[in-house]
């Protein structure tokens, strides 16, 4: 799997701009800031190999209006910035369509498959636009990777 450096540091501050709190691992963004270089490092070459795991997620219990509760789970760091940086973004559309046709009997779970593969489509034009408005993709490539992310 292809894995830049540098599309890594861009997930990273993308990272920073949201929540601070710590996962599982009690890392928050700033014990994490100490550490980026090295920690990059190494998620880069796990990606490559493709042995990279997820840590489990975090989860507590937020109010709702109706009266029940929530469950949030909350990523480490680290797997907020693999989600943030995912090189192979474009293929979640693809996917989800996949899994929504094997759904197809179950109306209510196709459509909500139809519907998250659209959400991630959008996602995937947006990282495409941040990725022309940061050069690491030219502009006369934009209509053939738009395309791309359309499936």
Same mark, same amino acid.
């Given at each position: 799997m292809?894995?830049?450096?540098?599309?890594l540091h861009a997930a990273?501050?993308?990272?920073?701009?949201?929540?601070?709190? +710590?996962?599982?691992?009690?890392?928050?963004?700033d014990l994490f800031a100490g550490v980026v270089h090295e920690q990059l490092g190494q998620m880069q070459r796990q990606l490559r190999r493709e042995c990279y795991?997820?840590?489990p997620a975090k989860g507590f219990f937020v109010s709702?209006?109706?009266?029940g509760q929530r469950l949030i789970g909350l990523s480490t760091v680290r797997d907020r910035v693999r989600s943030s940086g995912s090189g192979d973004g474009?293929?979640?559309?693809?996917?989800?369509?996949?899994?929504?046709w094997g759904k197809r009997r179950y109306h209510e779970a196709f459509? +909500?498959?139809?519907?998250?593969?659209?959400?991630? +489509?959008a996602a995937v034009q947006?990282?495409?636009? /941040? +990725?022309?408005?940061?050069?690491?993709?030219?502009?006369?490539?934009?209509?053939?990777?738009?395309?791309?992310?359309? /499936?």
């Open positions: 292809q894995v830049y450096l540098e599309h990273w501050r993308l990272v920073q701009r949201g929540s601070p709190a +710590a996962g599982v691992d009690g890392i928050t963004t795991r997820a840590s709702k209006k109706n009266g474009r293929l979640w559309p693809a996917a989800h369509l996949a899994e929504a459509i +909500a498959k139809l519907s998250e593969a659209e959400t991630k +489509a947006t990282w495409l636009a /941040f +990725a022309v408005e940061c050069g690491y993709r030219r502009m006369r490539d934009w209509p053939i990777v738009t395309a791309m992310a359309a /499936f």
